[in-house]
């Protein structure tokens, strides 16, 4: 059987997947352009021809699996719902106990951002861009009257900055936090910074961020 001639665009798109999974399983320092080809059965030198260099490939591969997250997020920031709910849905998914970002991945990547400028580069404006989709969001929430905040941004950073330390503590240590413990910190967070009560936050589930909002139905 013919080989299937991939374009540009598909060819990096399996090396990319190929390479977080290996960044994944071996760590930043520890993979190699070796092992991105071994795993789609290809020479080193196609992956350089496409990076250049085992740097540019692993930032690269970072922004990859970042855009997916980010895309996935702002389809639940823009569901037809409250800001409360759509905030708590993402919340909850973006936190440790969900189903975003690969946490391994991303502690890998901070790590080696200190001693790599162009992945410090790249980690930093995403994470900038996923402060400023739930900052946005936080604004909507204010000037619809569901809730008092005076500084959407910052709350935003503190929001983010909990979930960041609470997927080092059961990533990187195996902390003794249980799902029931960090979600119910992760809602706790959320309805003292936006002001709200707990029950009010909680009496309105979050909608599960894999399915279809019940909101949308109909």
Known sequence: MARVRLSVAE????????????IEARGV??????????VL??????????????EKL?????????????????????RRTTAVRRLRTAVRWYAPTGQAKGWRLWIEGWAASL???????VA??????????????IEE?????EFRCEDPRSTAWRLT???????????????????????RWTDEALARELGIDLADLTGAPAADPRGTDPSEAG
């Open 58 to 78: 692993v930032a690269a591969a970072f922004a990859y699996a970042a855009e997916a997250d980010l895309a996935h997020l702002r389809k639940l920031l823009a």
């Open 41 to 54: 059965g290809v020479s080193n030198a196609l992956v350089l021809y496409h990076f250049s260099t085992k």
């Open 115 to 121: 001693r790599d400028p162009v992945l410090r580069e």
């Open 141 to 145: 929430g204010a000037a619809a009257g």
């Open 29 to 38: 320092s520890s993979v190699r352009i070796a092992d991105v080809a071994s």
């Open 161 to 183: 900055a909990l979930l960041d330390g609470m997927a080092v503590q059961t990533t990187s240590y195996a902390g003794p936090l249980s799902l029931t413990t960090m979600l």
């Open 124 to 137: 930093g404006d995403l994470d900038q861009r996923w402060k400023a989709e739930l900052a946005q969001v």
């Open 11 to 22: 060819r990096r798109e399996d090396l990319l997947r190929a390479a977080v999974g290996q």
